[in-house]
């Protein structure tokens, strides 16, 4: 009895209890209610509240009430910022001191670890991978290329020339100068370097200045700078490229990798329509630069047409009798001429079971031994093709109007500001392998007569993996001639071929002097007068 008394008297003071909280809770919420949104309301009605004043005055209490809101919080910022500093610094004491007693708990290495080399070198070769050195990256349009600079020891042939640079200079800062000087010095030293001499297939003298071709360089920002560099190799037909990366670092080697051309034969495509004599002016300098010194080419000339076809075959006769050379083929196509068709049909025409490299041109380009070396280096089937970037030059009869007789072709050969121009926005002369020109489905044969055939070739490349090698050529001339415009091509080609002709007739400053000879005669007149 008494046990179920006092249970019965805990639950009935439970209940008591109980309730007197609920109605502490209710009078409590009942005092601290804020006033309603209808009641502010009244207020602002009441009064002359309604008034300009009665506004501004209630929007400054309100921006006093968020300026005081924001100095709390800058000022609990503060506090935080002071406290996290305190605990980092005892954090940093703490490991220091387990550090020393050799204590240090596992897992926590890495936060009192200072870099190592290995971890510079990591970063390196995470640079190298994003960057286009061992192989291509799709490329979004011909804009997105960037093109190398050439140089060797004297020169460097680059592209981007402005108002102060020349197409063909010495470096005058002395940064560019030791940039590329300490290149050619590393890449001595490797080839140069103990761990060369144990492969027994490299040259078996030590490698000298002397013994450097020619390089390429360009600088993909936020990656590094890219160098090519090309060496003499065991015999005149045997070269050693090393490629070298600089990630805004130390340069570091690549690859060092001999390259054997002896066996690398040039199949040279020609589209022709007409222009018989300058065909004889192109078989001239073929003569001198591919039969008397290369000797492992192929020419394989794609006529339009029968208007003239006579001469060409006299002078592919005249050239087999005087030189024994018989590494022709001559096609030709009874239909309107089409460059992209014509170089379609020559490369297609091979029937060699080799892989052929091609050379596509012109027959206004002018073109050296060492350029044949160059497009035998900077292609590479399945993975490089090469867009060298000729000199185009000025009309002769403007840039020698001062002299009595023009020079001769040789003596025009020469590069410079006011005798010619890097012809960058062309893209027709390149050296592939047959290969790669037929898995990448070759030309556009919609396009008829002159031009973009060669852009929308160029454009095919920059989609694909392959690496576009994309620099200027000391070896690789195109000749000026009277270029005319003929009224059947469509707008846009018309218009790219007048501004062709304009850029080819003769430096600014030379057009500039033809425009103005009036009046630059009548102040020379006017200065005599004078005198």
């Known amino acids: 009895m008494f046990k179920r008394w006092l249970l019965a008297l805990v639950a009935r003071v439970g209940l008591i209890v109980l309730g007197l909280c609920c109605c502490l809770s209710l009078f409590y919420l009942l005092a601290c209610k ?16 309604t008034t300009k004043e009665g506004y501004m005055a209630l929007l400054q209490e309100r921006e006093d009430s968020h ?34 007693k050799g204590i240090l708990p596992l897992g926590l290495e890495s936060l009192h670890k200072a870099p190592t080399q290995s971890d510079l070198k990591e970063f390196f070769r995470s640079q190298l991978n994003q960057a286009e050195v061992n192989s291509g990256v799709k490329l979004p349009s011909e804009y997105a290329v960037i093109p190398f600079d ?16 020349h197409p063909e200079e010495r470096p005058v800062r002395k940064d560019r100068r030791d940039e590329l000087i300490g290149t050619v010095e590393t890449a001595l030293h490797a080839l140069n370097g103990p761990q060369q001499h144990t492969d027994s297939s490299r040259r078996k003298h030590t490698y000298s ?76 300098n073929f003569r001198e630069v591919c039969i008397k010194q290369d000797s492992r080419v192929h020419l394989t000339v794609v006529y339009f047409g029968r208007d003239q076809i006579e001469r060409v075959k006299a002078t592919l006769d005249q050239t087999t009798r005087e030189t024994r050379f018989r590494s022709f083929t001559l096609i030709q196509l009874n239909e309107e001429f089409s460059r992209g068709r014509g170089l379609e049909v020559g490369a297609r025409a091979w029937r060699r079971s080799q892989n052929v490299l091609l050379f596509f041109c012109d ?39 001062n002299q009595t007789l023009l020079p001769s072709v040789q003596q025009q050969l020469v590069i410079r500001k006011e005798t010619g121009f890097w012809r960058d926005f062309g893209f027709g002369m390149t050296c592939q392998y047959r290969s790669d020109f037929m898995n990448i489905g070759g030309f556009d044969r919609s396009i008829k007569g002159w031009g973009l055939e060669d852009v929308h070739l160029y454009r095919k490349y920059l989609h694909s993996k392959l690496m576009v090698i994309r620099s200027p050529s000391r070896g690789l001339f195109h000749l000026w001639h009277e270029k005319n415009c003929a009224d059947e091509l469509p707008p846009d080609k018309y218009k790219m071929c007048m501004q062709t002709k304009a850029m080819s007739e003769a430096s600014h400053g030379q057009l500039g002097e033809l425009f103005f000879k009036p009046e630059i005669e009548a102040h020379l007149n006017s200065q005599k007068q004078k005198n």
């Open 150 to 165: 050439t140089f060797n020891l004297q020169r460097v042939y680059q592209l981007e020339t402005g108002l102060t640079r």
């Open 34 to 49: 804020p006033a309603s949104h209808s009641s502010q309301q009244s207020l602002l009605w009441s009064g002359g509240a």
């Open 209 to 284: 200045p002397s013994d450097f071709i020619e390089g390429l360089t360009r600088t993909e920002k936020g990656k590094g700078t890219v160098y090519e560099l090309t060496f003499k190799g065991n015999s005149s037909r045997e070269f050693t490229q090393l490629l070298l990366f600089r990630p805004f670092g130390p340069v570091m080697k690549v690859k060092s990798e001999s390259i054997d051309t002896s066996n690398t034969l040039i199949n040279i495509i020609v589209p022709l329509s007409k222009r018989a004599d300058a065909f004889r002016q192109f078989i001239s």
């Open 363 to 401: 027959v206004d380009v002018h073109f050296t031994a060492d350029f044949l070396t160059s497009c035998r280096l900077y292609a590479e089937p399945g993975k490089k093709v090469y867009y060298p970037i000729l000199f185009s030059q000025y009309n002769p009869s403007v840039i020698y109007s």
């Open 67 to 100: 300026r005081h809101y924001i100095n709390s919080l800058t000022k609990q910022i503060g506090q935080l910022k002071e406290a996290l500093q305190e605990r980092t610094q005892q954090l940093q004491e703490t490991l220091d001191k387990a550090k020393t």
